[in-house]
């Protein structure tokens, strides 16, 4: 069985942040959970799918996080304990249900997961998603590390089901990704069936009701604030005149420069484990206690600027400080020795950063498509298909927005899952140049459909080429509705791209195998030279994820390929193609060579199709 459903009460374990979630929402009695990936969310919906194998657990990827949120908000009205769980900039497409669901409320305990990604690890922006929980008016909670998740997880049920209100799980990169040892609890059996009792006029949020419905939930969180001062994640440590109010992985940041500074007789800690609503007693009686204040918290100011209006409004004139020149920024993840830096200059203690000598830089490994990548060859094919003229090329979330990279240099633009589309038509209008968009099968389902529809009614005109590799590859390899590669073998998908595309009104598709790279090449070239049938035109680029395919399937690969002694050094296949298989070198007598590196070599011939110096070899084991 799942590690996460055998470990004993009282045993520890090193767990993830991710993987503590998971345990603290089995013993708070879940029995449904739905996501969609999203690092730095996906190992909570990858367990909860797993476990979901093992036992009556409903669990689902959802197309998309509104569509997630909505499927959890159901379940938890007909009284089951529900957790729906994404990325930051998921809960933008989840917000338009997230207001709303804040008024009408949950019968059983509904725990949203807000994974942020300071840094922008593997993110587009690093919005401070705290502010989601004063915006829609919902508890929240931030723990600091594997323990304080599954403890936070396991509170968050029931205070949800107490007060019958979604709960903000507020989390980050660096506690989601962390190990710390966690001591689990006892397993709760979950309610595995919910009864739905009819009550329109206090969950259709017409007008009328919305009305009191949000005096409701104003008054539901007064309460909650009321509580939050004695809330146990809350607590103040130390002693002293100083002051440093801290939350989330900040706190460990903290603790640690107390240490180092040798300031623990000197200062007194405020830990913030429940940031919303605003525990105001404990922080009134906090800043009453002390001189002067340093607010250590990751981007946005959102406890710093509740204490200055505490203070203010209290008639304290103590100086509380966080973000400003010197101190913190409000960008990027913080570090050690950047807390340690800011807490000694504030408190004016002596500190020098030690300096870390290296005998030699660590060497860059940027991003890359992978070798045999199916998203290198349509790239290829589209730039090969264009040849000297230029296009704009609207991109999208996924691994080939790495596009970007020389020598494909195939994305121009990018905002958001679906803004390819959606963009590539207003490109289209604006400007003369042709318009050839990218988006990948996942994001198609999730968030790609509306924006074609949309294309298709206003008579917009360029290419969208659907970039379907079979998974979620990006985000750990997740199913998506048209999966058709499983364990059993092939299947037909449940959701079949093409025939979704001809349903929203585009008569101009053609499915393709990237890998048979001239095949594509006229493809592209006979849709970039229809002049006579403007509109949207379609190409599916289908091939599986090589990593995908030999996990699910495990298809054992017989053939690599070689560059033989009839390369005339033309270097096409390095800047045309640029797979990372391919290895320039330089030998002392400064004889330039090229290689493939038959270790890297996935098999998928697209360079054999390039260039007439590259042959077939058996792979030796």
Sequence with gaps: MHELLTAQPGSKKLLLGNEAIVRGALEAGISFATTYPGTPSSEIGDNFY????????YFEYSVNEKVALETAAAAAISGLRTMCSMKHVGLNVAADPLMTLAYVGVKGGLVVVSADDPSMHSSQNEQDNRYYAKLAGLPMLEPANSQEALEMTRAAFELSEAYQIPVLLRT??????????????????????????????NL??????????????LEKMDKIGTEASASPFNRVEGKGGWGVVTSGVSYNYVADAIRELDMADRVRVLKMGMTYPFAGEICLDFLKGVERVLVVEELEPFLEDKLKILAQENGLTLEIRGKGEGLLPRYYEFDPVQVKSAMARFFQLKYQPAKVEMESALPQRPPNLCA??????SYYAVNKALGDATAIYPTDIGCYTLGILPPLEAADFL?????????AGGFAKAQEEPVVAFIGDSTFFHSGITGLINAVHNDHNFILVILDNGTTA???????????????????????IEAVVRGCGVDQVETVNPLQVDKTVAVLKEMLGDKQRPGVKVVISKSPCPLFERRVT????????RV???CDMCRRCLDELGCPAFTYCEDEEECAFISIDEHLCSGCSVCKQICHAIKPKKKTA
């Design 372 to 377: 045999g990548c199916p998203h290198r060859a």
């Design 564 to 566: 033989t002694n009839e």
């Design 554 to 561: 495990g298809k054992k690969q017989k053939v690599v390929f």
């Design 172 to 201: 980050t990169t660096r506690v989601n990704h962390s190990r710390t040892p966690v001591e689990v609890g006892l397993l709760q059996p979950p309610r595995r069936t919910g009864a739905f009792k009819k009550d329109p006029f």
């Design 474 to 496: 990006m985000t750990g390899q997740q199913p998506h509705p048209g999966i058709e590669l499983t364990p059993e073998g092939r299947q037909p998908p449940k959701v079949d």
């Design 50 to 57: 797993r476990i979901s194998q093992e036992t009556d657990l």
């Design 415 to 423: 905002l958001c899952m679906g803004s390819s589309v959606s963009s």
């Design 204 to 217: 259709v949020p017409v007008p009328m009701v919305a009305r009191r419905l949000h005096v409701e939930l």
